[in-house]
């Protein structure tokens, strides 16, 4: 099947998410990562938040450093029982001691996705979340271009059984740099339901929050993933959140044998209930298999499925896209 674009409505209003920045062409989460994605045009770049052992925020997908670093070179035998390197046990001056490389596979230490950026070449680092929101706003002055900020609480369960409150910390941060309202240009997301409304409830922020959907069998979060996937686990969502984040998969299952999309009812019932859809995560370099491109992927997603916003490793390919269509719209009217 060829590529396919819509007709029917502008894209305008839909948002391109860098998922852990420009992730196709640099290591993830890297300054540089999130550098390049802004000059691609990306609408909003996503942050991973999770503390040091001085309770820094950091940029890093999750609690664990051996994935995407050297730890196990420069601090050998600071592994926990498990073997595994957590961020939490360094502190931040530590952390800036590390090179951060293409994410591994740590059975066979082998690269996740092999064609993307050498392994060893050039010199990342791991940044803090202050560091990435200067680098951002910096840009948007430069540039002129307003990019917003994505962060994700990560594991707020975990570490408040190591004695730190994530979410409190991570809210001050943002504070600090002018994060404080709805119309503010950020999202605040995270896996763990509880914690989620918790940021509403109880810390009483103001900024969009999203709640991300998982699967149980992930172990995201001590969060039934199965019952906010119900009508009334939407229903509940929206009473706290102002979008959901849904994984492709719970958007649509395939395409029938005509090549049409199979949706489920989510993002029916989430627009139902006035929430955002931003579906997650959308690689050119790993499409499912009834995908023939990327352009054809997204287009099932976007103006067949009507979600309002994708994650993305290639958010260039994603916001040429939506500027094709929008063109492509403006010449039939």
């Not at 420009?22 to 000059?39: D, F, Q, V």
């Not at 023939?292 to 916001?319: C, K, M, R, S, W």
Request: with cysteine.
């Amino acid at each position: 099947m060829t590529d396919v674009l819509p007709s029917t409505k502008p894209e305008k209003n839909k948002v391109v998410i860098a998922h852990r920045g420009a992730s196709a062409y640099l290591p993830e989460h890297t300054l540089a990562a999130k550098a390049m994605a802004h000059a691609m045009g990306a609408d909003f770049l996503e942050q991973d938040v999770v503390l040091s052992q001085d309770h820094i925020p950091l940029v890093l997908h999750d609690i664990y450093l051996d994935t995407v670093t050297n730890v196990h070179d420069r601090f050998p035998g600071r592994a926990r029982s498990d073997g595994r390197y957590y961020a939490f046990d360094f502190s931040m001056v530590e952390i800036k001691q590390l090179r951060v490389q293409e994410r591994v596979d740590l059975t066979t230490q082998q690269p996740v996705y092999p064609q993307r950026f050498p392994s060893g070449k050039s010199v990342f680092r791991v940044p803090t979340l202050a560091e990435e929101i200067e680098l951002i706003q910096g840009l948007n002055r430069s540039t002129g271009q307003e990019a917003g900020l994505y962060p994700e609480i990560k594991s707020p369960s975990w570490h408040r059984r190591q004695g730190a409150d994530i979410s409190r910390i991570v809210l001050d941060c943002l504070s600090q740099y002018g994060y404080q309202t709805a119309e503010d240009p950020i999202y605040v997301q995270c896996f763990d339901a509880d914690e989620t409304r918790r940021l509403r409830v109880e810390l009483k922020t103001r900024l969009k929050l999203v709640q991300l959907i998982g699967e149980n069998g992930w172990h995201e979060a001590p969060t039934d993933f199965t019952y906010l996937r119900t009508p009334a686990g939407i229903a509940h969502v929206a009473s706290y959140a102002e979008g959901v984040g849904l994984w492709l998969a719970h958007v649509m299952t395939g395409v029938d044998q005509h090549g049409k999309p199979m949706l489920t009812p989510l993002v029916e019932t989430a627009h139902a209930h006035q929430l955002a859809v931003h579906a997650y995560t959308l690689r050119a370099d790993d499409l499912p298999s009834y995908a023939t491109n990327f352009n054809q992927f997204i287009d099932y997603l976007v103006h067949h499925a009507e979600i309002d916003g994708v994650f993305t490793d290639f958010p260039d390919l994603a916001v040429s896209y939506l500027q094709r269509a929008d063109q492509r719209l403006s010449r039939t009217k």
